[in-house]
């Protein structure tokens, strides 16, 4: 597993709004939106292309086309939707599945509720969509769910990363021949006792889309 907490100032900016509490939903939202852009920038720097002739009106030359099959672009439900058009911008050719996930607060497992994925996934290029890699639960059991339906190649952008999520994942990732890469635009210190990370932004779920009981 490789890790990449883009460096960059626009970045930084953009997350230090998000992590403020004084941030509203509606530009907690459209900020998610703009940070996912640019992490999404780095998180495609390895898609598949093939190179293709073209005519410029000045002459014939060659470029590239994303390869098929299409990347399968994945938010994980609920707060992944927020990173989704973000992510669409740079893909918008990319189709989407999605995976409903919760974490369950007792015991901080994630708890699956919710698949709409394309049965085969051989040869795919999988991004999947985390805002909050904390315990590392859900982004494990997500990847596990895609290299078992034949995904060969992914990577999952998060705003945010505890160390202790990402040592999780590299454990439980271990065996696993599928390369993965996680991309975020912060390692933060650590996990709280209600598996909160620290300093945070709190639920990212919550200040996207409010509170539900
Ligand atoms: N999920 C969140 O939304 N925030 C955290 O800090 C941890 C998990």
Known sequence: MRTQVVDHPLVAHKLTALRDENTDSPTFRSLTDEL???LAYEA????RVHPVDIVTPVAPTTGVKLAAPKPLVVPILRAGLGM????????PTAEVGFLGMARDEETLE?????ERLPESLVGRQCYVLDPMLA???????????????GADHITAVCLLASPEGCARLENEL?????PVTIVT????ERLNEKGYIVPGLGDAGDRLYGVVG
Do not use: C, N, S
């Not at 315990?135 to 339906?149: K, M, P, S």
């Not at 271990?174 to 599928?178: E, I, W």
């Open 110 to 114: 994630a708890v699956t509720y919710a």
């Open 84 to 91: 989704l058009d973000g992510m669409m911008r740079l893909l």
């Open 44 to 47: 495609t720097r390895e898609v």
């Open 185 to 188: 635009a912060a390692m933060d």
């Open 135 to 149: 315990t590392g639960g859900t982004l494990a059991a997500a990847i596990h769910f895609l290299t078992e339906r």
């Open 36 to 38: 996912v852009t640019l």
């Open 174 to 178: 271990a065996g696993l021949d599928t």
